[in-house]
């Protein structure tokens, strides 16, 4: 077990370009999670799923944000016509579901870093 | 006003100090606690988990609830320059019957040798 992984660790666009990023949980974690830090913040939910269910969507979320997760498996966060505003930290994070919800922690990945030129 | 207030610091300690590090909230929904420890470019680290009131101790670390003060702490005793670092409280709400978590802006520390 390595942990959550994320793909690409840095990524840089211009204005306008589309991104997607790549989330690989824990394995036999079935709840997924992206959140979003900015530079001197926590990091703050943006959605989350349980299996390949799409469960919760902050408002964070605009349109130009989308996020799959197909097969309960990996998980993807797209971001369309990128806005300078959209440079953050991108985080993604696994969790196991039990009886107990007071087991259910959850483990970080590294992050992806966008940056919006 | 934030949910969860957290001091951003920066705080400055010599090595072997103990250090405490506070965050209040708002939401009486919130029933579980967690720190995180956040290097610098890495992702959130999970250091402890509580429920509720009273301390839980680790190690050189102890958190610490008062839910009737809406106050959660966490103390590093003889600190180390490896525990240079950003801390994170987080907090779950519940009231969605999820496990969103909400977390507060962090303190930087910086433990000098």
Redesign the interface.
């Known amino acids: 077990d390595t942990g959550?992984s994320?793909n690409p660790r840095h990524k840089i666009t211009k204005r306008g370009q589309n991104v997607t990023f790549r989330c690989d949980p824990i394995s036999e974690h079935n709840?997924l999670?992206w959140?979003r830090q900015t530079l001197?913040?926590?990091?703050?939910?943006l959605t989350?799923f349980q299996n390949e269910a799409q469960?919760?969507k902050s408002r964070l979320l605009s349109d130009r944000f989308s996020a799959e997760r197909p097969k309960g498996s990996f998980s993807t966060l797209e971001i369309q016509r990128t806005e300078q505003g959209d440079s953050a930290m991108y985080?993604c994070a696994s969790?196991y579901s039990q009886g107990e919800?007071?087991k259910?922690?959850?483990?970080?990945?590294?992050?992806t870093?966008l940056s919006v030129l | 006003q934030k949910e969860v207030e957290q001091d951003p610091g920066p705080l400055s300690v010599p090595e072997g100090a103990i250090v405490s590090l506070n965050c209040t909230y708002s939401n009486s929904a919130f029933q579980y606690f967690m720190w995180y420890r956040q290097y610098s470019r890495k992702g959130p680290e999970l250091l402890m988990y509580t429920y509720s009131s009273g301390n839980k101790e680790d190690g050189r670390f102890t958190a610490q609830v008062d839910k009737s003060s809406k106050y959660i702490s966490l103390f590093i005793r003889d600190s180390q320059p490896s525990d240079s670092a950003t801390y994170l409280c987080a907090m779950r709400d519940l009231s969605g019957g999820y496990n969103k978590l909400i977390f507060g802006a962090g303190t930087r520390l910086a433990v000098h040798p």
């Open positions: 959550v994320q709840r999670y959140y001197g913040q926590g990091p703050e939910f989350y469960l919760e985080l969790s919800l007071a259910n922690i959850q483990y970080f990945g590294a992050g870093r």
